[in-house]
């Protein structure tokens, strides 16, 4: 089972304006083929699936532990593309009364993607940067562990590259911050799959990395997490379940040449996390609604009665 924290796995800083094209691109990394509901699915799919998992303890845990990072990955993007949308942090809601009469939004028609704002009211959904819907056809869950495996790595370098080409058409602090994050937990994970495979085949993959072949030194939103030693922790996510993937990651392995110094460890339990930025309430977008005055009256009341 999973368990919910509302917190961000990231501290995300709020856009310097309203992006919608920034947030097409950013949808790339949840939607497109090496997005993050691809990671996601593949390992989730693959740890439900997973033969012998008694015998196989280390394999079923690393792959179960990197499953439920990744739920927390396509949460930090989903939020990054809806701040984007929405612009600068706001301490309340639009008061427009709902006017839609002088077309408030008639700039919407030249953005890239008008259905985040025509559909989603500037949310985030599983698809492209085009707007085409992520699919079941990007899930591969063989059975053959070293099969699925090698899938995993292949998919976390084409995820590396993918991560790059979007944050080189990004200024924006938001999306910058979240591809950086990602490229430093996403070389994680393609190193703890390379290990895997080592210790199944004696085939020592690590030494293809990273691919493309750009140190993460060389992209300064990745710098503090290297810092603090992100690129070293694998977390399990739960208070006391999966700690054998330490077989694997850790044991004496250490980081990948290029990468600060240190033994490779696991983390029991989550990181510490950010907040969740506040969406401004929009009458004339009917978010959340035309007249939301009601709702929040009852919301009011209910928050008081929990107490």
Request: aromatic share 8%; with cysteine.
């Amino acid at each position: 089972m999973f368990m919910r924290v509302d917190k961000l796995q990231a501290e995300l800083p709020a856009p310097k304006r309203k992006d919608p094209n920034a947030a097409a691109a950013l949808q790339e990394l949840l939607g497109g083929k090496y997005g993050e509901m691809s990671t996601l699915s593949n390992y989730m799919f693959q740890s439900f699936n997973f033969r012998s998992k008694t015998k196989l303890k280390p394999f079923y845990n690393l792959v179960a532990c990197i499953t439920a990072e990744e739920l927390g990955h396509v949460e930090l993007v989903s939020n990054g593309v809806a701040m984007l949308n929405n612009g600068p942090d706001n301490d309340g809601d639009e008061e427009d009364g709902g006017d839609i009469s002088n077309a408030p939004y008639d700039k919407m028609n030249d953005i890239r993607l008008a259905a985040s704002f025509l559909s989603n009211g500037g949310g985030a959904t599983p698809v492209n940067s085009n707007g085409v819907s992520w699919n079941n056809d990007f899930v591969t869950t063989t059975g053959n562990l070293i099969t699925d495996l090698l899938h995993n790595f292949h998919l976390e370098c084409g995820a590396r590259l993918h991560k790059m080409r979007v944050y080189s058409t990004l200024s924006d602090p938001t999306g910058r911050e979240v591809c950086g994050y990602l490229l430093v937990r996403g070389s994680v994970h393609a190193h703890a799959y390379a290990l895997a495979l080592k210790h199944l085949t004696g085939v020592e993959i690590e030494k293809m990395l990273p691919t493309p072949n750009i140190n993460l030194d060389k992209i300064p939103e990745c710098q503090k997490y290297l810092a603090e030693g992100s690129h070293r922790r694998l977390y399990t996510f739960s208070p006391k379940d999966y700690k054998e993937m330490s077989g694997i990651w850790g044991n004496g392995e250490m980081a990948l040449p290029g990468d600060p110094p240190g033994e490779l460890e696991v983390v029991v339990g989550m990181p510490e996390g950010g907040k969740i930025h506040q969406l401004t309430g929009v009458p004339s977008a009917f978010t959340p609604d035309y007249a939301p005055e009601e709702m929040f009256e009852i919301a009011t009341k209910l928050f008081k009665a929990s107490l």
